[in-house]
């Protein structure tokens, strides 16, 4: 009998204790913290924090909404139950980044699973005066990030703010399952080296529904990144979204699976873009798929750059080693505030493989009237170009050839249709316009001055005839004369198969191999 009340009073014991922590909420002014401004909190946040990881069950540190002085603070796990910062208030950083320690952190959040960040509060890096302290060039050590999160697992942040951080503003680093959502970052385009959220070897990263202005890339990702997906993201200003830099370290982790989906860019240096350096390490980057986007004045909408190479720090003249491979632009458009819309300078070692594009329109807002256009090169014969039509041309051409259809071997040109040609060659001798064709099976219909496609060469040659040794043309652009208004437009519709080629059939198209780097 004497056993069983023990036992009974054991167990009323821990349900007691379970009541007592369930639910409960650590608020920092009950650990001394003071909103005077002048009063660092970083001691009684870190109370707060040790009592409800302690926890067994779920609990919550509270930081009201008044404003705080927060020095340099690591909240560290594992903890016993899933824990919520509620973040309320504004925390401020100090302003003078030598009285902070050089490990290039202001808060950090390490080695916790089930971690909820949110509340709609704010964390201020005031960076304004230490932005430009280390020059132009480089991350500068010194300068801490606003937020880190390291080896955090199942993770929510929501409804924060990061502003003004003196360096990243976000870094995410052997992260599981994170996911940011409502979130802001704010600070000015001048602001140096000012990355929003930079992701390096984590998996299952998700940003969405959030508002990036910053003075370096929106998102910036790294190697040993997988499965990230970024949606309803707003980008501007800033750099935009980059895979990359990559291949300037030895042994980097291949990036795999990128999915950038229903995003706008607003006066952006760039859009959408993977990049490496040349005279690289080997590397590789594969499944990136860039889909229904728009572009508001961007100077570089769509951006494959190989050979990425600020401020002259490397030896162009040697390939990047990084094999990008399988990768999707789809449904983009928008105004591009160079004429260069699309430029995939790919690899002259390792070319890349698997591009597919469609459906492109980004009209070139420029005062020259002039369309949008697109450079290319070492793209292999797997960019796939389908549903093209060229009608009712007419004037005059300076050159023999009118017309040049110098179609993939690899992957033949399908549904391509020519109507209603009239053109003449203006030339001295006597000789009449002519077309070439490769590759092609064009549909042909109408009447014309010149005869179309009569022969059609099967040859191995680049997709397209080259501008130069090195940049190629992707594709030529579609643009009306009659009476036409506005800006130029890029209209370029790739891989549709909305339309079937009725005239005779190209060859199967061969699925490309992928082979491991080595």
């Known amino acids: 009998m004497g056993n069983l009340k023990l036992a009974a009073m054991f167990l009323l014991l821990l349900v007691s204790t379970a009541k007592a922590h369930s639910g409960a909420v650590f608020d920092i002014r009950k650990y001394g913290a003071k909103a005077d401004g002048k009063s660092d909190i970083s001691k009684a946040l870190c109370h707060a924090f040790k009592e409800a990881c302690a926890c067994p069950t779920p609990s919550k540190v509270l930081i009201p909404k008044r404003t705080f002085l927060l020095s340099q603070v690591s909240l560290e796990g594992p903890c016993k ?115 929003g959220i930079h992701i390096g070897r984590s998996t299952g990263i998700n940003i969405t529904d959030s508002k990036i202005a910053t003075g370096d890339d929106c998102v910036s990702i790294g190697d040993g990144s997988r499965q990230i997906t970024i949606t309803k993201v707003t980008c501007g200003p800033g750099h935009g979204i980059s895979v990359g830099s990559l291949g300037k370290y030895k042994n980097e982790e291949p990036v795999v699976g990128v999915t950038v989906r229903n995003c706008t860019f607003f006066n952006t240096m760039n859009g959408v873009r993977i990049k490496t350096w040349p005279a690289s390490f080997r590397g590789s980057v594969s499944d990136m798929h860039f889909e229904d986007i728009i572009m508001n004045n961007v100077s570089s909408p769509v951006i494959i750059d190989q050979i990425y190479c600020p401020h002259n720090e490397c030896n162009a003249k040697l390939p990047s080693l990084v094999k990008i491979s399988n990768v999707s632009f789809k449904n983009i458009r928008g105004t591009s505030s160079t004429p260069v819309a699309v430029k995939l300078a ?59 259809l110098a179609c993939s071997s690899g992957t033949p040109c399908q549904g391509v249709e020519i109507a209603d040609i009239d053109l003449r ?33 099967l040859i191995t040659a680049n997709f397209i005839e080259a501008k130069t040794a090195r940049q190629k043309p992707c594709w030529t652009t579609k643009q009306q004369h009659k009476k036409q208004t506005g800006t130029p437009k890029l209209d370029v519709q790739l891989n549709t198969h909305r339309k079937q080629n009725r005239g005779r059939k190209p060859n199967p198209e061969k699925q490309s191999t992928r082979t491991s780097t080595d």
């Not at 919520?84 to 302003?95: C, D, F, P, S």
């Not at 606003?146 to 924060?160: G, H, Q, S, Y």
């Not at 292999?380 to 023999?400: D, E, Q, W």
């Not at 001798?429 to 549909?443: D, G, L």
């Open 346 to 404: 790919c690899s002259s070692g390792i070319p890349c493989q698997g591009v597919e594009i469609a459906d492109i329109d980004l009209r070139y807002t420029g005062k020259e009237a002039r369309a949008a256009v697109s450079e290319c090169s070492n793209l292999p014969s797997l960019v796939k170009i389908s549903n093209v039509s060229f009608k009712n041309i007419r004037g005059t051409s300076s050159t023999p050839v009118a017309v040049k």
């Open 81 to 195: 139950a899933p824990v919520k910062i509620v973040v309320r208030g504004t925390l401020k950083a100090l302003t003078d980044p030598s009285k902070m320690k050089v490990d290039g952190s202001w808060v950090t959040f390490k080695r916790i699973d089930r971690l909820t960040l949110s509340g709609g509060g704010t964390f201020d890096g005031q960076g304004p005066k230490a932005w430009g302290t280390c020059g132009l060039k480089s991350y500068c050590k010194q300068l801490p990030i606003n937020l880190r999160f390291n080896f955090i697992t199942n993770a929510i942040v929501e409804d924060i703010t990061s502003k003004d951080s003196k360096q990243f503003h976000v870094n995410v680093l052997g992260c599981n399952n994170l996911t940011f959502r409502r979130f802001t970052i704010s600070a000015p385009e001048h602001s140096i080296n000012t990355d």
């Open 425 to 457: 060659y203006t030339g001295k001798e006597a000789r009449a316009a002519v077309s070439e064709c490769s590759n092609v099976w064009p549909k042909i219909l109408g009447k014309h001055s010149l005869t179309i496609c009569t022969f059609v060469f």
